[in-house]
């Protein structure tokens, strides 16, 4: 069977205390925009971090380095931002791969634009799996490969829009690393790509809102964003508030 070439752009980082990631992003609902704020914060303590509206994980998975997307709801926390669509996952830094002093770490990057697709998971800070490629470079492969990955390796997996190149792995890298996603989270990216079992109820990218912060030297934040930076809890979380109104109205028209 080939599968379809993944076209999404991520560039994500999950903090997981739960054994149910999928369940909780399933249950929806407003997550903490304190929380997000703090971490956003934490992540990037030489950046001014104001706020942005609110965005769905399918529009802010792959952010420009200008941007930050923060979603944070009890046992499950999302960071997407540009420094995790690195080629070596294994040489990030420890302060973005245990800030919240989870069980477990995933990091998952694709870019179509490069074919590259890339993901790591750890345990406690410690690394079990690392893999990252492009179509034609395995540029990291660390740790013992998954079950999971077996039917890859085996060319169970080949892509449909390209003719066989000798040179090239023997499945799509973006595939491979949503397919990590799939394994890890319980949803993919992609799903016109996705793996045919995926679950009918599988968590969708476009109704998981993530809080939105802009990203400026310390200091140099221009003035119009830093008076909407307002501090108190009740205004902090308007932008989610706009965007699950907005949300609710879709829905219900529908």
């Known amino acids: 069977m080939r599968y379809s070439v993944v076209q999404m752009k991520a560039s994500t980082i999950w903090y997981v205390d739960t054994s149910d990631p999928a369940a909780v992003l399933r249950a929806g609902g407003a997550p903490d925009y304190g929380a997000a ?3 956003a914060g934490q992540l990037h303590p030489d950046n001014d971090v104001v706020p942005l509206p609110a965005q769905s994980l399918d529009v802010a998975a792959g952010p420009d380095s200008s941007a930050l997307y923060v979603g944070c709801w009890p046992g499950v926390t999302v960071v997407c931002g540009a420094q995790f669509a690195v080629p070596r996952p294994s040489e990030l830094s420890e302060a973005l791969i245990r800030p919240l002093a989870s069980e477990r770490t995933f990091l998952v990057g694709m870019n179509p634009d490069i074919g590259w697709g890339g993901f790591a998971h750890w345990e406690r800070g410690v ?7 492009t179509r034609v470079n395995i540029l990291e492969d660390e740790g013992l490969p998954m079950v999971w990955e ?5 060319g169970e997996h080949p892509m449909s829009d390209r003719l066989p190149d000798p040179g090239r792995l023997p499945f799509d890298p973006l595939h491979f690393a949503d397919t990590a996603n799939w394994q890890w989270l319980g949803f993919c990216h992609d799903h016109s790509a996705a793996e045919p079992d995926l679950a009918a109820d599988a968590p969708a990218p476009a109704s998981i809102a ?8 310390l200091g140099q934040a221009p003035t119009t964003h830093m008076s909407r930076d307002i501090t108190s809890a009740g205004n902090a979380g308007r932008p989610f508030l706009n965007w699950l109104r907005r949300r609710g109205s879709r829905q219900h028209l529908h």
């Open 150 to 154: 077996r039917p890859f390796w085996a």
């Open 37 to 39: 704020r703090a971490l």
């Open 210 to 217: 993530l809080a939105g912060f802009a990203l400026y030297p």
């Open 127 to 133: 690394l079990r799996r690392s893999f990252s490629a």
